[in-house]
């Protein structure tokens, strides 16, 4: 049997964290290959890291996982026909559409979310229904074949959810004894219900200066 193919599609303006976070838990997942993949293989600048010596989407036969990270890029990436495309052709033969933080944005794009619960960064939950999703404020979300997380660091989360999915519960928490996830942030405020009131202003008006532009890409996307 040929291994399985988990194609991470990544784009101009990704959040690095999004893909390599989920990357260090996936590519432990017997039996499988994960590529990680651009326009015409293009190298990524994701604050400030370079990413280098990529697959190219548009050549890519095969994907039986497909995820797509988020970013501030996400706007971009669903008004680039080009981009939006490969999206569709490789999600299409996929056995599971996954995507981390705004990562849901671009599957709903696509077409992949009608009817569906889905998961993103919680500034963002409000451009799903646009797109036919359901929202869930869940850190980890599945519909199906569908598996969604929230924002950025939920995708450490998701990961382990897919692993568990794809390799068993004993090989997923083996791994996450070897990676040694045992989360204990040093403060609580990494969910708007638990942050300071002053800490959710500041940080809402931040994610709003970019909901205009990216409302409108949802309204009519590539």
């Known amino acids: 049997m040929s291994d399985l193919q988990i ?23 017997p039996n499988a290959k994960v590529i990680t993949a651009s326009l015409g ?22 994907c039986d996982v497909l ?18 495309a490969e999206i569709r052709r490789l999600g299409g033969m996929a056995r599971y559409l996954t995507s981390v933080c705004t990562g849901s944005l671009i599957l709903g ?3 992949f979310l009608k009817g569906k619960r889905a998961a993103c960064h919680w500034s963002w939950r409000d451009q799903l229904p646009p797109l036919g999703a359901i929202v869930s404020e869940a850190r980890v979300e599945r519909d199906g074949n569908i598996f969604t997380g929230g924002g950025v660091t939920a995708g450490i989360d998701f990961a382990f ?21 045992a989360p204990a942030p040093p403060f609580n405020s990494g969910r708007p219900e638990l942050a300071r009131p ?23 996307p590539a």
């Open 67 to 84: 995820l797509i990270p988020g970013g501030f890029g996400t706007t971009a990436a669903m008004a680039d026909p080009a981009f939006m």
């Open 109 to 111: 794009a696509a077409g």
């Open 198 to 220: 002053e800490i959710l202003a500041t940080m809402k008006a931040a994610m709003d200066a970019a909901k205009p532009q990216r409302t409108q890409t949802i309204a009519t």
């Open 161 to 181: 959810v897919l692993l568990e999915e794809l390799a068993g519960r004993d090989f997923a928490e083996a791994t996450q004894l070897g990676l040694e996830y």
């Open 7 to 29: 194609v991470i599609a990544l784009y101009p303006g990704v959040t690095h964290l999004d893909f390599t976070g989920p990357h260090q838990v996936l590519c432990r997942t």
């Open 41 to 62: 293989g293009q190298d990524i600048e994701a604050e400030g890291l370079v990413f280098s010596k990529l697959a190219d989407l548009a050549k890519l036969e095969r």
